[in-house]
């Protein structure tokens, strides 16, 4: 295996004030709350659950059957492990209620994020089986996309003139889901699905480089691989930051369900990869895509710094490379609390600034987006408790 680089003095200097930052994401979250009611009060569908990113300056609210529904649930259950304010628990249990109808969505393969970031932190901090049940049939929900012929859970049901059984590399985010419902219910099956998604992605996603493709699109009957696609990168044989963020966190994370050695290696592989990309910036926070053409005048992609930076404060528990890998989480939450915050009182009260949606479809550039601000909580949450 590579030899991952060290940061040397620059990363030892790395100063994280972590009760600021806490107390900085509690002010921006109070202000949250207020944007979202004002919205609320005038919303006549009443399906609107969760707050998105910015639109010119306006809070976009999404309705539950949105991929990024259950981050702010997430989010107000991390400030409620952080900081034990019950004030906290009261809006994350009423943020996460109106998700529930998503437990029986089948229309989509975002289940791991929908439900697990809000139902998942819920039950994880209660242990409340209202929860718990969610989290099952949701799962149950999930594995219904599931392909033996494919060996993989079928990511986009849109597009079907281009992919006829897409498998994106987001999809190894909501592989918890699966694993998890196995724990909780003692059936294997969700377990195999979930291997079995595992390693159909390690054999067709990754490059020699490890480096990621976003989409590969196969045969449904064959399980064939018929495409390699980079949909939201700046080319098919680009590197698309948020994608190669997902693969580092999604394979760390089916390690500590296996202890599958394959996982940790891939995980640990990508990381080399990302850090030491000649066009990674000195900060560690990635542009949108490692070989977008304008590059140092290229947006950031703040979103893809915090799922990376989470991912690195687990992997360090399973790693040799330990210290290497927590100067990095730590170095990229500094230099996020330095550079890449909201300014106090902005933002509609998302906590941090500089995401990147999709840059091909000019969809969500230099925002804020809910993600990057749930992956921010989480790291900070694991920065914590870091041992």
Same mark, same amino acid.
């Given at each position: ?309 989470? !991912?690195? /404060?687990? *992997?360090? %528990?399973? #790693? +040799? &490379?330990?210290? $290497?890998?927590?100067?990095? !989480?730590? /170095?990229? *939450?500094? %230099?996020? #609390? +330095? &550079?890449?915050? $909201? ?11 500089? #995401? ?32």
């Amino acid at each position: 295996m590579v030899i991952f680089l060290f940061l040397g003095t620059l990363a030892a200097k790395a100063q994280l004030n972590l009760k600021k930052d806490i107390r900085f994401a509690e002010s921006q979250t109070i202000l949250m709350l207020d944007e979202i009611d004002k919205i609320k009060q005038h919303d006549k569908t009443g399906n609107l659950v969760a707050p998105r990113t910015l639109e010119h300056g306006k809070l976009k609210l999404v309705a539950s059957r949105d991929w990024t529904s259950g981050f702010f649930a997430g989010e107000l259950w991390y400030l409620y492990d952080l900081t034990k304010n019950k004030n906290w628990r009261y809006f994350a249990e009423k943020f996460t209620k109106p998700l529930e109808q998503e437990k029986t969505n089948a229309k989509t393969h975002d289940m791991g994020f929908k439900v697990y970031c809000s139902f998942g932190n819920a039950y994880r901090i209660t242990g409340n089986d209202y929860y718990k049940n969610v989290i099952i049939e949701s799962a149950k929900t999930l594995a219904s996309r599931y392909s033996d012929k494919v060996k993989a859970i079928r990511s986009w049901d849109h597009n079907s003139e281009k992919w006829a059984f897409p498998v994106i590399i987001d999809n190894m985010m909501n592989l918890e889901l699966l694993f998890e419902a196995t724990k909780l219910t003692g059936d294997s099956t969700f377990y195999k699905i979930a291997v079995n998604h595992a390693n159909t992605t390690l054999k067709n996603h990754f490059r020699p480089d490890y480096s990621s493709y976003h989409v590969i699109g196969y045969d449904p009957e064959t399980g064939k691989v018929l495409k390699k696609n980079t949909h939201q990168g700046y080319n098919d044989e680009s590197a698309w930051a948020r994608g190669q963020a997902w693969a580092i966190y999604g394979y760390t994370m089916c390690y500590r369900y296996t202890k599958d050695k394959r996982y940790l290696e891939q995980a640990e592989h990508i990381v080399n990869y990302f850090f030491k990309h000649k066009n990674m910036p000195a900060d560690m926070i990635p542009y949108w895509d490692f070989d977008a053409p304008n590059i140092p005048n290229e947006p950031r992609d703040v979103s893809a710094a915090t799922i990376v930076a989470s !991912a690195l /404060l687990e *992997l360090a %528990n399973y #790693s +040799k &490379n330990k210290k $290497s890998y927590f100067k990095h !989480a730590k /170095l990229i *939450l500094t %230099n996020i #609390s +330095k &550079n890449y915050i $909201s300014k106090p009182g902005s933002n509609k009260g998302f906590i941090l600034s500089y #995401s990147t949606g999709s840059k091909p479809s000019n969809l969500e550039v230099n925002v804020p987006l809910s993600y990057a601000d749930y992956y921010y909580l989480e790291a900070l949450n694991r920065y914590k408790s870091f041992k």
